[in-house]
């Protein structure tokens, strides 16, 4: 979440955003390791070691395809799909509630009603599961250089004065959604402590945004104020947050005094054997946390960047480890190398993964014309996130708004909903790739496999980036057994198709033949 107008610029919201003009190149950085990785993954100790397919004769007329039937495809483009390598089992997709929270939360019902449906209603919308709430810190009130929006209240506007009556929008869409979800996984995220708490005494930032914001001596201050909140609303709403960030890019150097969002630079510079002072916050928080008797654990560090969490957390002590249980990185960028580094760290550590934010920022080299394109390039990042990083969970970060940020778009003035491209490419993998579902080994970078929990349905997620060229791909299935009389489903997003329904899968040993259309994306389901 990195601030608009800073050392890194553009990282405005949603319909804050204007489309630029020129012709983009739809590769989301996603280059091979330099080393294959897939040995090293195999052994991975959160998974069990079931065997996908059903046994001939199960049900129908079900055969294991052999690979000595068929010419390849025409452009040799061979998918291997492995059920014997597995990989993460995934939580669930979701989103982060700031901003669009507190605008949504001031509508109507009807309107309200439209969006989280749009969000979380698994036929006909993205299905989600995960949902981060902003902890806000609340900025000086004579302030006013953060939009009314961005503006998220907090709950002790002054030492020793607390008001839990703050924050009556958002928490409205909170408490609505759990209506709906009653079994939903709950964040809790600061990225800013309250005003008076920082050197600046601006929740957005520092005068130069290279220091510590968090005033000296106030670490277990906004450690007690976090954990306050969260007991809070478990008691009034009864809301349990499994886990609480207190760091939100902490290491950026965009969080500057006078900034349009909130956000706070804390170091993770270690002195000799000192913990960081990130480090010193997470212990904080750990204390106020258990001295409640809560069961909320903790994450970190929600840098911007794949290499720059790793950058971060590589170097933990080992006391810090103990006081987290997740995490989180944000995947605005990240090299092959860093995701795999990640997730064998995480892995090494015993910490489930999460991409907790995401959205369409590209490199320069790359311009984003229209929302198609913005769903080309998101597609390209999620591929990269759960088949290359592995992560457990996929958050959003701008879900509710305008193009390119927004996947669900709306109208204010008649509170309305309209969905795009942005939306149909999420809900090809997010309706179909369900929380428990395992991803599996894939020969291509530009393909997700992923097996149901009972390993009878297979689902494959496939890109194809190029502007111009339709790529015919010839998914080698052998691994597997098939029951003839079972569907093949498959459904496409391009230009012209909204998760369209496509009957052009045919079976060809050793296994499916598919076209892919031009900057397209596809989903097909096999039923084992």
Not at 34 to 40: E, I, K, L, V
Not at 115 to 140: C, E, W
């Amino acid at each position: 979440m990195l601030a608009s107008g800073d050392a890194e610029p553009g990282r405005d919201a949603g319909a804050d955003a204007s489309p630029p003009a020129s012709n983009p190149s739809q590769d989301a950085g996603r280059d091979a390791p330099d080393a294959p990785m897939r040995d090293t993954y195999a052994s991975d100790p959160r998974l069990t070691p079931d065997v996908p397919g059903r046994e001939a004769g199960d049900v129908g007329p079900c055969v294991r395809i052999t690979a000595d039937g068929g010419p390849p495809s025409p452009d040799g483009s061979v998918v291997t799909i492995d059920p014997t390598t597995k990989y993460q089992v995934v939580e669930g997709w979701g989103t982060s509630l700031a901003w669009w929270a507190d605008d949504i939360g001031g509508w109507g019902p009807a309107g309200r009603a439209a969006v989280i449906a749009a969000l979380v209603d698994v036929d006909k919308g993205l299905g989600y599961t995960i949902f981060r709430y902003n902890i806000g810190g609340g900025d000086d009130p004579t302030h006013t250089h953060i939009p009314a929006h961005r503006a998220i209240p907090g709950f002790q506007p002054s030492p020793g004065v607390w008001d839990f009556t703050a924050d009556v929008r958002q928490r409205t869409i909170l408490l609505e959604i759990l209506k709906k979800v009653p079994d939903a996984i709950l964040e809790a995220a600061s990225y800013s402590p309250p005003y008076w708490m920082t050197v600046s005494g601006c929740s957005s930032g520092s005068v130069d945004g290279q220091s510590d914001n968090l005033k000296p001596g106030m670490d277990r201050d906004f450690a007690e104020y976090l954990a306050t909140v969260v007991e809070r609303y478990r008691k009034d709403y009864g809301v349990t947050f499994r886990s609480v960030t207190a760091l939100n890019e902490a290491g950026g150097d965009w969080w500057k005094a006078g900034g349009r969002q909130e956000g706070c630079h804390i170091g993770a510079t270690r002195q000799g054997t000192e913990l960081t002072r990130q480090e010193a916050v997470i212990a904080a928080l750990f204390t106020a946390l258990a001295a409640r008797g809560l069961s909320t654990g903790q994450s970190a560090t929600d840098d911007t960047s794949v290499n720059f969490t790793y950058s971060v957390v590589r170097w933990f002590a080992a006391s810090t480890w103990s006081h987290i249980d997740q995490i989180n990185t944000h995947t605005y960028s990240g090299t092959a190398d860093a995701r795999a580094n990640l997730y064998r760290l995480a892995l090494a550590k015993g910490k489930r993964l999460w991409v907790s934010e995401s959205g369409p920022k590209p490199p320069a080299t790359i311009t984003l014309r229209n929302e198609l394109d913005a769903a080309i390039y998101m597609a390209g990042v999620m591929l990269a996130d759960l088949g290359v990083l592995h992560a457990q969970a996929w958050v959003d970060w701008q879900s509710v708004g305008g193009w390119p940020w927004g996947t669900v778009h709306i109208e204010r003035t008649t509170e309305t909903v309209t969905l795009g491209k942005l939306f149909y490419m999420r809900a090809g993998f997010t309706r179909f790739l369900r929380p428990g579902y395992r991803v599996i080994a894939s020969s291509d970078l530009e393909t997700l496999a992923a097996l149901s929990p009972d390993g009878k349905r297979l689902v494959l997620v496939s890109r194809n980036p190029d502007a111009a060229a339709a790529r015919q791909v010839k998914y080698d299935l052998s691994a597997f057994t098939l029951c003839l009389d079972r569907a093949v489903r498959a459904y496409r997003t391009s230009a012209s198709e909204n998760l369209q329904p496509v009957d052009n899968v045919r079976t060809q040993a050793p296994g499916l033949v598919l076209t892919l259309p031009a900057e397209s994306i596809t989903t097909v389901v096999v039923d084992l």
